[in-house]
């Protein structure tokens, strides 16, 4: 693996931020200065197509990378575009029942506000 490959994973893995590949871009940058956006978008390709990470779709916002396959939902503040993480106890089961066979993967994305915007009184 690559050192501008295994930075990006590495960003990636480092916590549960969901980075975009601009924010992807900038953390790399200060660990190898020469890197470029094409490499981080060329990687990011790659690291996906070798089942490390996996890319989130936002229908309004940039695509955001995770390194968690362990199926969960996401929240994404309708505000400021944060986004993080949520389990619901028992939901593969539900899932399973609900389409009357077993599921390979799911993406379950909810709008709302995130604490601090909350906190602002921003809606």
């Not at 996906?48 to 990470?53: F, P, Q, R, S, V």
């Not at 969960?72 to 089961?93: A, P, S, Y």
Request: hydrophobic share 35%; proline share 2%; aromatic share 6%.
């Amino acid at each position: 693996m690559t050192k501008q490959r295994a930075a990006i994973l590495d960003i990636i893995r480092s916590d549960k931020s969901h980075h975009t590949a601009d924010e992807i871009f900038r953390l790399a940058r200060q660990r190898l200065p020469g890197i470029s956006l094409a490499t981080v978008y060329n990687n990011l390709h790659a690291l996906e197509n070798m089942g490390l990470i996996r890319r989130i779709t936002a229908e309004r916002d940039a695509d955001r990378y995770d390194s968690s396959f362990i199926p969960h939902g996401h929240v994404v503040c309708e505000r400021c575009g944060k986004m993080w993480d949520f389990n619901i106890d028992g939901l593969d089961g539900l899932l399973s029942d609900a389409i009357g066979s077993e599921f390979s993967s799911y993406e379950l994305k909810v709008r709302s506000l995130c604490d601090r915007c909350r906190k602002n009184g921003v809606a």
